[in-house]
């Protein structure tokens, strides 16, 4: 059975705030918990009124400390934003307070604008030229000491805490083959490359120390309800929040609209399609269809799903029906 997993945005429903939406991920994953997901992932974003977890470490210590058994990441760190040592200084310190449960995923892009991304002190003169030596100085720091080493993340040294590349293109999966990690690719909201890169990770996977064969996964946005209708007018939120965010006005998550994916223009409509083509959204047995489809369609080893739902009780129930239709423990009534 495919392994289910959840990628929390944390979002910041329109009229509420930060800690609210903290609270609420961290009963999301006590949830997800009980739905019997394997992992709950968190992603850095920045200047994204939206979105909560731009301190990603910070936030997944709050999860991983309200929570017991379900893995904890990244998903993901955008390492160019940071100094490596910093990175495994933080991640070395999640795995001691929650030994054998936490993940560490990376990206090359900025999570953000190029302001922003001044403001986050990030060199800009690397660029992505640079993010396979900060992914192998990263992988060192989290190793076994070597005889000679001057610097060293205490504590961080010696915790080996599983690293993932994350990609929407071709890129990520090339170095993730080299480097024989796990792959995970962001169909959720980028998936035009998802077949190629599925394709060139397997073909030129390197067994490593850390993975015997290549292991992929892939990423949904997954809108569940009891009705094929309900699910499409609780789409409508995140379909607001895509063309605010493509238009250059992220803003908080925005209540469901009626009608309004029909009343969009055609080039909106056409950006939605294309960013949500891999999306999942129905009642109970067009989710389980689509989902089969999917899996059946990337032969991913595991799915990770996102979804912008604002209503948080309705969120909540559409990680319960995508976790009955993926054959994992059924939800407590």
């Known amino acids: 059975m495919t392994k289910l997993s959840v990628l929390d945005l944390a979002p910041i429903t329109q009229g509420g705030s930060a800690g609210e939406a903290l609270a609420h991920s961290l009963e999301l994953a006590r949830n997800a918990e009980r739905f019997g997901y394997s992992r709950f992932w968190l992603a850095e974003h920045h200047n994204m009124p939206g ?14 400390g309200g929570t017991k058994t379900i893995r904890v990441g990244a998903g993901g760190v955008m390492l160019p934003n940071h100094a490596p040592l910093i990175i495994a200084e933080q991640f070395g310190t999640l795995a001691a307070l929650f030994p054998g449960r936490i993940d560490l995923g990376l990206g090359r892009a900025p999570g953000t604008d190029q302001v922003t991304m001044r403001a986050l002190r990030r060199n800009l003169e690397g660029g992505a030229e640079s993010f396979p030596n900060e992914v192998l100085e990263l992988l060192h720091y989290l190793g076994p000491e070597q005889p000679g080493q ?8 010696g915790s080996n805490v599983p690293l993932w590349i994350l990609g929407s293109s071709t890129y990520g999966a090339q170095l993730a083959a080299m480097l024989g990690l796990p792959y995970a690719f962001a169909s959720h909201f980028a998936p035009a490359e998802l077949e190629s890169a599925l394709a060139i990770y397997r073909e030129r996977f390197k067994p490593s120390a850390f993975l015997e064969k290549p292991y992929v996964m892939v990423g949904a946005m997954v809108t569940a309800a009891p009705s094929d209708e309900e699910a499409q007018f609780l789409e409508s939120s995140m379909q607001q929040a895509f063309v605010n965010l493509r238009s250059g006005r992220a803003a908080q998550l925005p209540p469901p609209v009626e009608g309004y994916y029909e009343n969009l223009d055609p080039g909106a409509r056409g950006m939605i399609g294309h960013a949500l083509a891999c999306a999942i959204v129905g009642g109970p047995a067009t989710v389980k269809q689509k989902l089969a489809d999917f899996l059946a369609r990337t032969g991913a080893d595991e799915l990770i799903a ?4 604002f209503d948080h009780d309705k969120r909540v129930r559409s990680f319960g029906i995508l976790a009955e239709a993926g054959g994992l423990t059924a939800p407590a009534a």
């Open 306 to 309: 996102a979804n912008q739902i």
């Open 150 to 157: 001057q610097v060293r993340a205490f504590p961080g040294v």
């Open 51 to 64: 979105i909560a977890s731009a301190a990603t470490a910070v936030v997944m210590a709050h999860v991983a």
